[in-house]
């Protein structure tokens, strides 16, 4: 390492083993004392192990390695990183060099995001995503430390609380639904919880209704036409180890799938060779599995119209679920476990409007229970 001057600056030289080999690096600086400050920090990234490799490298370049690398996530997660990062990252940092980029750099993006009317929601995940990526070029020591990382990256997301149907409401529904041909869709999303594509890709292998539940073990995903299958749908196995469950049913839900089955039956009959038997529980008339998009347009929506109940969205059902459950004094725990989230804080979290409730049940009931003690 050393300083010399060369004309009107100073040239601070040093030197770093790079793939097994000594290669120099160097920086013009106008101040002598600059020149010795940055000779200085570069002596003590080389002797803490903290300095990395200047690259060239954009960040553009670096997630497209990324997404195409092991990062441990499945196809449809992936497809959401790639999807986030090409809407709301690239356009703005995707020029940037990796080596680069600063925490400034992605506040201010991430500031305009907001103020362009994206949902808190939305931006959160725009940067958790990209903190994911960069503390991955931190492990790769393609970074010293992730710029994503640090204080008031973000505004503090507001909470909204989600619509749901009160029981009076899912009562009306599925009694105005109940011969209708999605009717045990909807009983069985409204009491087991299930996320809309877990319950459109259960096959009827999932299902014993002798014992009473089903097993969630994937879910269904749209997709691109395959080329080799012709399919614009996969089936996929859950995130977390937690999604996959056994889901005690209902007698209710169990009555209901018992009837649904029997028209499906009828259908497959009806159809002949013209049914494309997969297995799904709930399909179109000729086997083919259902869009959770079109099942909503064409079905849920024109079905809550009908029962005279309040809008919602499919989603919502597994949120009228939950808060069924827990106003009905259903332990946290095995509300979790029904809902298949990863953590009991996560159900807490979520469904924090209904614990507060249940707080003031549990006090009043405390408090009548000691004025009647003996």
């Known amino acids: 390492m050393s300083i010399e001057k060369r004309g009107d600056r100073y040239l601070a030289r040093v030197s770093r083993q790079v793939d097994g080999k000594q290669e120099q690096f160097a920086k013009r600086f106008r101040l002598k004392k ?169 096959q009827w292998a999932d299902v014993d209704l002798s014992a009473g539940g089903v097993r969630v073990r994937r879910g269904l995903v749209p997709q691109k036409k395959d080329s080799a299958t012709g399919r614009t749908w996969r089936l996929e196995e859950p995130k977390t180890e937690k999604s996959r469950r056994a889901i005690p049913l209902l007698p209710a839900t169990v009555v209901a799938l018992r009837w649904h089955r029997t ?46 109940v309040p809008a919602i969205t499919l989603y919502a059902l597994r949120h009228t679920a939950a808060t069924l459950m827990l106003e009905a004094g259903i332990a946290m725990k095995v509300v979790q476990e029904r809902l298949g989230h990863s953590t009991m804080m996560l159900t807490a979290d979520t469904y924090s409007h209904v614990s507060a409730s249940l707080q003031a049940r549990a006090v009043e009931d405390l408090t009548r229970y000691m004025e009647t003690a003996e």
């Open 34 to 202: 600059d020149a010795e400050r940055w000779e200085r920090e570069q002596r003590g990234k080389v002797e803490r192990a903290e300095w990395v490799q200047p690259s060239k490298q954009t960040l553009n370049a670096y997630l497209d390695g990324w997404l195409a690398g092991p990062m441990g996530a499945n196809q449809r997660t992936r497809d959401d990183y790639r999807r986030i990062l090409a809407s709301y990252i690239r356009p703005a940092l995707g020029t940037v060099r990796l080596d680069q980029l600063t925490t400034t750099m992605i506040r201010t993006a991430l500031a305009e995001l907001s103020a362009r009317g994206l949902s808190p929601r939305t931006v959160h995940y725009a940067h958790s995503v990209l903190r994911l990526a960069l503390g991955h070029a931190v492990e790769d020591r393609l970074l010293i430390v992730n710029p994503a990382v640090a204080k008031r990256m973000l505004p503090p997301a507001t909470r909204h609380e989600v619509a749901v149907l009160s029981r009076a409401d899912v009562r009306r529904l599925l009694e105005a639904t109940r011969d209708t041909r999605l009717g045990a869709l909807w009983n069985l999303l409204a009491y087991t919880g299930m996320r809309p594509g877990e319950a459109l890709g259960l």
């Open 263 to 308: 028209g499906q039956d009828a259908e497959k009959i009806a159809a002949g060779s013209a049914y494309s038997d997969y297995g799904f529980v709930f399909a179109s008339p000729t086997g083919e599995p259902l869009r959770e998009d079109v099942v909503y347009k064409s079905h849920f929506r024109p079905a809550l119209r009908a029962a005279g």
